[in-house]
């Protein structure tokens, strides 16, 4: 089984920086592909990064956040730069023990709680 935590959501002016961190217990966490997904208001679950052998952006994020796995400490972190308020949203962690590595939330089988980010203009 594994257990994901996320942390460090907030509020944020445009323009900003965060940097969310997962934080994964359980067994081969090394070896799972790991994604950020986001939803916003009223809005369907998107992706936003994933990391396996690569790393792998939305568009919409792309040169703006940056994903990295710190395997000493069973993390995932999500670098978030130049926010915008349309960035806006609950982000949630994600892993794939099917060794999925792509942009569909449904090959994803792990999730955490998630956690709020919120851009003000």
């Known amino acids: 089984q594994v257990q994901l935590v996320e942390s460090g959501g907030g509020l944020v002016q445009a323009g900003g920086s965060l940097r969310l961190s997962c934080a994964a217990s359980g067994r081969i966490f090394n070896s799972y592909p790991m994604a950020w997904f986001r939803q916003g208001p009223g809005k369907e679950r998107e992706f936003v990064a994933g990391i396996s052998g690569n790393t792998y952006y939305a568009d919409s994020v792309k040169g703006r956040f940056t994903i990295s796995r710190e395997s000493a400490r069973n993390t995932v972190v999500l670098q978030m730069n130049s926010l915008k308020p349309e960035d806006t949203a609950v982000y949630y962690c994600?892993?794939?023990?099917?060794?999925?590595?792509?942009?569909?939330?449904?090959?994803?089988?792990?999730w955490g709680q998630g956690t709020q980010v919120t851009v003000s203009s």
């Open positions: 994600a892993a794939s023990s099917l060794y999925y590595s792509g942009t569909s939330y449904s090959g994803y089988n792990y």
